[in-house]
């Protein structure tokens, strides 16, 4: 089973910028990918997600025009870049794969990876 691993998550202030990245192995070359992430006391949520090939990108309204989702096949990596953070952003981001078309419902990803906490500071 592909177990992506996170990292790039830490303490940054408002308006700053981290860049989340995701390390996958080969398998998930051909696996649509998505960032969820998950606040204290809240639901998982959907961030971003792109198509196996990086043609097609979505993102949630909360995040979008800030955060960019991308992959680099070669190093079967996926990255999300967070700009403009806001306190609200706040929570363990994690990063899942499915073998399908990209989706913003996270239980059709079947291999989630175990998280990376991003705190914003007001």
């Known amino acids: 089973q592909v177990q992506p691993v996170e990292s790039g998550g830490g303490l940054v202030q408002t308006g700053g910028s981290l860049r989340l990245s995701c390390a996958t192995s080969g398998r998930a070359l051909t696996s649509a990918m998505g960032w969820f992430r998950q606040a204290p006391g809240k639901e998982r949520e959907f961030v971003a997600a792109?198509?196996?090939?990086?043609?097609?990108?979505y993102y949630a309204d909360s995040v979008k025009g800030r955060f960019t989702i991308s992959r680099d096949n070669a190093k079967t990596t996926v990255y999300l870049q967070m700009n403009s953070l806001k306190p609200e952003d706040t929570a363990v981001y994690y990063c899942?794969?499915?073998?399908?078309?990209?989706?913003?419902?996270?239980?059709?990803?079947?291999?989630w990876g175990q998280g990376t906490q991003v705190t914003v500071s007001s």
């Open positions: 899942a794969g499915r073998n399908g078309p990209p989706s913003t419902e996270a239980h059709r990803y079947g291999y």
């Open positions: 792109i198509s196996w090939g990086g043609a097609s990108t």
